[in-house]
C-alpha cells in the first residue's frame, strides 16, 4: 500500500514537472517563433503581419512579382517583410537605391549569404563576398570587354543557325507553338557553347547528358517542407544541407565539376593555337594575362562618373574603392563557379526576355513592322549580325529595352545590411536584406505614363535623359551589376534579327493574352508564349542574304 502511495507522489511530481518543463518549452519556441518580428516597426517600417516561424513567406507561395508590387501599393515606396525569420526591407525610391547601390557601395558590397548552397554554385559570383567577390570580378570583368564579345560572335551565330532551323519547321507546320521552349534550346546552346566548351543541339537532343543536368538546376521548388523548415530554423540548414542526401543535387553538382575539369585538363595538353576560344578559355588565359580592372570601372551600364563619392564612405577594411592592386589568381574551383554563373544568371534571364519580346511584338504588330522596317534596311549593308554592327539596330535596342521595361527577369535583387546605418534619413537595422524591386520601379506611375503599354519610343535618348536612372535597373547598378549584360544583348539581337528578317510572328487563339507569369525565381512566362510563325516574302534581290540563311 505504501509503495502504491509512494508510486502516485512521486508520478504525481514528475508529470508536474514534465508539464512545467513542456509549458516552458513551448514558450521558449513561441519566443523563438516571433521574437524577430519586432526589428522593422522598430525601425518604422511598414509591414504585414507575420506567423510565428514563418513570418510572410506564404504570401509569396504563387510567386513574388504581383504580392510585392501590392505590398508596396500597400504600405508605401520604404515597407518591408519577413522572410521566415530574416526581415527583409524592400525599397522603391530612385535616390535611395543609388546612394545604396552606387554612392556607398562599399557598406553594401553583398547580396544575402544563403546557407543552404554547395559547390559549384557557392563559388560564383552571385554568390560571392567581399574581397573574394572583387578578385574574382576583376578577373572575369575582361572577359566580357567588347574585343573578347567579338569573339563570341561565332558561338553565337552556330547556335542562332540551329534556333532558324527549327522555327523553319514551326512555319512549315503552320501550327501554334511554344517559341518560349525554343529560345530556352537556344540559350541553352549558347550557355553549352560559351561557358562549357561543348556543342550541343538542345532542341533536337533532349536527352544531351548538358541538357538534362542544367534542366535539374531549374526544378528546384522553394516551398518544399525541408526548404519550409530551414526558413524557421536558419541555424540548422548549414549543418543539416552537408548530412541530408540530396541526390539529384549531388548528381547535377558533380557532373558540371566534371564536365569543366575534363576540359581544363584537355585544354592545357593541347597547342595555345588549337584552343577554342570560348569563355571558358577566357577564364583560363585570365591567370596568366595582365588584364584585370579596378571596381570603378565593373558597372558597364553606368558612367563612371556616378561612382564620385565611394570613397567618402570607405571605412572599413572591406570591398573599398581604394586602388590595392589585385591579386591574379583563380583557383579550378572558381573557375568552374564562374562557368556555373552562366547557367544560373544566364540562361532563364535571357531566354526569358527573348519570349517575352516576341510576345510583345506579336500583339503589337505595328512595333514588328517597325522593326523589320529597321532589319530589312541593316541586312541591304551587312551579311550578318555581329557585335559591331547589332549597334545600328537603334528600334531593336528599344524594343529590348522596353521588353525589359514591362517582364525584368531580374525584377528583384537584393544587398545584404551589414551593420545599423541611415540611409537618406530612413534606418536600416543590421542584418537585414536590402531588396531592389525593379519590377515595380519599372511600372511604378510616378515616372512611367501609362505604365502597363509597350511603348518602345519611351528609349529614345531624349526619354532616357529625362528619367531618374534609377527607375529602370533591369541589368541592377553599381559595381555588383549584371557582369554579362553585354553578352545578353549580343546572343538577344543576333537572335532577334535573324528571326525577324526571315519571319512574321503572329498572335493566335492559343496566345494567351495577359500572358501569365511565374516569379518563384526570375520572372518568366508561367505557360509558355504561344505564337504562329510565317516565312516572310521579301524581295531577295533586294537584301543580301547572310550565308546562314
Ligand atoms: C536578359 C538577360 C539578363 C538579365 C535581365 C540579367 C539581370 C541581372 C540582374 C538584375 C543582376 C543583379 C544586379 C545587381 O545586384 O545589381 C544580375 C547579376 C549578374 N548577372 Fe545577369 N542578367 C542577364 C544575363 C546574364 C548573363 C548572360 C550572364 C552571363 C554570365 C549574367 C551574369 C550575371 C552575374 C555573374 C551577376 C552577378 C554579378 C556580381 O555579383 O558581381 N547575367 N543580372
Redesign the pocket.
Known amino acids: 500500500m505504501m509503495a502504491l502511495w509512494e508510486f502516485q507522489y512521486i508520478f504525481h511530481n514528475t508529470s508536474g514537472l514534465s508539464v512545467t518543463l513542456g509549458l516552458l518549452l513551448l514558450g521558449l519556441l513561441y519566443w523563438y517563433s516571433v521574437r524577430p518580428f519586432s526589428v522593422l516597426s522598430r525601425n518604422g517600417i511598414k509591414h504585414p503581419k507575420p506567423l510565428p516561424f514563418f513570418g510572410n513567406l506564404f504570401m509569396f507561395r504563387q510567386g513574388f512579382f504581383n504580392p510585392l508590387n501590392d505590398l508596396i501599393k500597400t504600405h508605401g515606396r520604404v515597407c518591408g517583410y519577413y522572410l521566415g525569420r530574416k526581415p527583409v526591407v524592400v525599397v522603391a525610391d530612385p535616390e535611395m537605391l543609388r546612394q545604396v ?1 552606387v554612392k556607398d557601395f562599399s557598406s553594401f558590397p553583398n ?1 544575402m549569404s544563403l546557407r543552404f548552397i554547395t559547390k559549384p554554385m557557392s563559388d ?3 554568390m ?1 563576398r567581399n574581397e573574394r ?1 572583387k578578385r574574382v ?1 576583376s578577373i572575369l570583368t575582361p572577359a566580357f570587354s567588347a574585343s573578347k564579345m567579338k569573339e563570341m560572335v561565332p558561338l553565337i551565330n552556330t547556335a542562332t543557325d540551329a534556333l532558324i532551323k527549327n522555327l523553319d519547321a514551326f512555319a512549315e507546320s503552320a501550327e501554334a507553338f511554344n517559341i518560349h521552349k525554343c529560345f530556352g534550346c537556344f540559350t541553352m546552346d549558347v550557355v553549352a557553347s560559351v ?1 562549357f566548351g561543348t556543342q550541343v543541339d538542345s532542341q533536337n537532343n533532349c536527352d544531351d547528358p548538358f541538357v538534362r543536368h542544367a534542366q535539374l538546376f531549374f526544378s528546384f521548388n522553394f516551398f518544399r517542407p525541408i526548404m519550409l523548415f530551414f526558413a524557421a530554423f536558419p541555424s540548422l540548414a548549414a549543418p543539416l544541407v552537408g548530412i541530408i542526401p540530396n541526390k539529384k543535387r549531388d548528381d547535377m553538382n558533380h557532373f558540371f565539376i566534371r564536365t569543366i575539369q575534363k576540359i581544363i585538363k584537355q585544354r592545357e595538353e593541347q597547342p595555345p593555337e588549337q584552343r577554342r576560344r570560348d569563355f571558358l578559355q577566357l577564364m583560363l588565359d585570365a591567370r596568366t594575362s595582365d588584364e584585370s580592372v579596378s571596381i570603378e570601372h ?1 558597372d558597364t551600364a553606368h558612367p563612371v562618373g556616378e561612382a564620385h563619392n565611394r570613397s567618402e564612405q570607405n571605412q572599413d577594411n572591406q570591398v573599398g574603392p581604394q586602388e590595392r592592386p589585385q591579386m591574379k589568381m583563380i583557383t579550378e574551383d572558381e573557375i568552374v563557379g564562374q562557368a556555373f ?2 547557367l544560373v ?2 540562361y532563364e ?2 531566354s526569358n ?1 527573348l519570349a517575352f519580346a516576341c510576345y510583345l511584338l506579336a500583339i503589337n504588330p505595328e512595333c514588328q513592322r517597325e522593326l523589320q522596317k529597321e532589319v530589312d534596311h541593316f541586312f541591304t549593308r551587312h551579311e550578318s549580325p555581329d557585335y559591331t554592327n547589332v549597334q545600328e539596330l537603334k528600334y531593336l535596342d528599344m524594343v529590348i529595352s522596353e521588353t ?1 521595361r514591362l517582364y ?3 525584377f528583384r ?3 545584404e545590411i551589414e551593420r545599423d546605418c541611415v540611409v537618406n534619413g530612413q534606418s536600416f537595422p543590421k542584418g537585414a536584406t536590402f531588396e ?1 524591386p ?1 519590377g515595380f520601379l519599372h511600372r511604378d506611375p510616378e515616372h512611367w505614363p501609362d505604365p502597363d503599354k509597350f511603348i518602345p519610343e519611351r528609349f529614345t535618348p531624349e526619354a532616357k535623359a529625362s528619367r531618374h536612372p534609377f527607375v529602370y ?6 559595381p ?6 553585354r ?2 544583348q549580343l ?2 539581337k543576333m537572335a532577334l534579327v535573324r528571326l525577324f528578317r526571315r519571319f512574321n510572328l503572329l498572335a493566335c487563339t492559343e496566345t494567351k493574352v495577359p500572358l501569365e507569369l511565374k516569379s518563384s525565381s526570375t520572372l518568366g512566362p508561367k505557360n509558355g508564349v504561344f505564337v504562329k510563325i510565317e516565312r516572310r516574302h521579301w524581295d531577295e534581290s533586294q537584301v543580301n542574304s547572310p550565308s546562314e540563311d
Open positions: 547601390m547580396r560564383c559570383l552571385l560571392l567577390w570580378r561557358a565593373f554563373v552562366f544568371a544566364g534571364t535571357s526576355t525589359l525584368p527577369p531580374g535583387f537584393a544587398r531592389i525593379a535597373i533591369p541589368f541592377g547598378a553599381g555588383r551589376n549584371c557582369v554579362g549584360m553578352l545578353a546572343e538577344m
